[in-house]
């Protein structure tokens, strides 16, 4: 087995890929909050259960192709994401997010409901993170014949 086979093994790329999806997003909606009081803002977000169904589907057609235990995955970008230019990177692309009451200032962004939304994906992050984490230190006990 390959360095690349065992840095592909398991569940490692799509913790791998739910990280970078959380960080890419976390980025987009602290740009909101930090644009809450900008008259006629229009806060951006892209959907989680899009990016659910993709990374589903990635992990799907990995099992088909070769059992799921080692490889890429390999993806369509949609609507809200897409592939970015280096291997394993994604690009968001981010429509108008969930519009709250206008107000006075023509800006309907609802704080309550983006620092929510930002709770939610830290949360996602920190899992995949831990679970990454854990892994990787697994397999490098493991090429370090040591025990844990």
């Given at each position: 087995?390959q ?5 592909t093994?398991?569940a ?5 890929m739910t ?8 980025r987009?909606?602290?740009h909101?909050i930090a644009?809450i ?16 169904r993709v ?6 057609e990995?099992?088909?192709r ?6 890429e ?7 809200d ?5 280096s291997?394993g990177?994604?690009?968001l692309?981010?429509?108008?997010a969930h ?11 609802d704080l309550?409901?983006?620092m929510?939304?930002?709770?939610e994906n ?14 990787k ?5 493991a090429i370090?014949q040591?025990p844990?």
């Amino acid at each position: 087995m390959q360095i690349r086979d065992v840095n592909t093994s398991g569940a490692l790329p799509a913790l791998e890929m739910t990280m970078r999806f959380a960080g890419a997003r976390q980025r987009l909606l602290a740009h909101n909050i930090a644009n809450i009081e900008t008259p006629n803002f229009v806060a951006k977000d892209v959907s989680p259960r899009t990016f659910q169904r993709v990374l589903s589907e990635a992990v799907e057609e990995r099992r088909d192709r070769n059992a799921g235990t080692y490889g890429e995955l390999s993806w369509r970008g949609t609507r809200d994401l897409t592939p970015g230019s280096s291997p394993g990177s994604l690009e968001l692309k981010p429509t108008q997010a969930h519009a709250g009451v206008l107000g006075h200032d023509r800006n309907a962004t609802d704080l309550e409901r983006l620092m929510q939304d930002m709770v939610e994906n830290a949360s996602a992050y920190r899992v995949a993170g831990d679970l990454y984490r854990a892994h990787k230190g697994t397999i490098m006990t493991a090429i370090a014949q040591r025990p844990g």
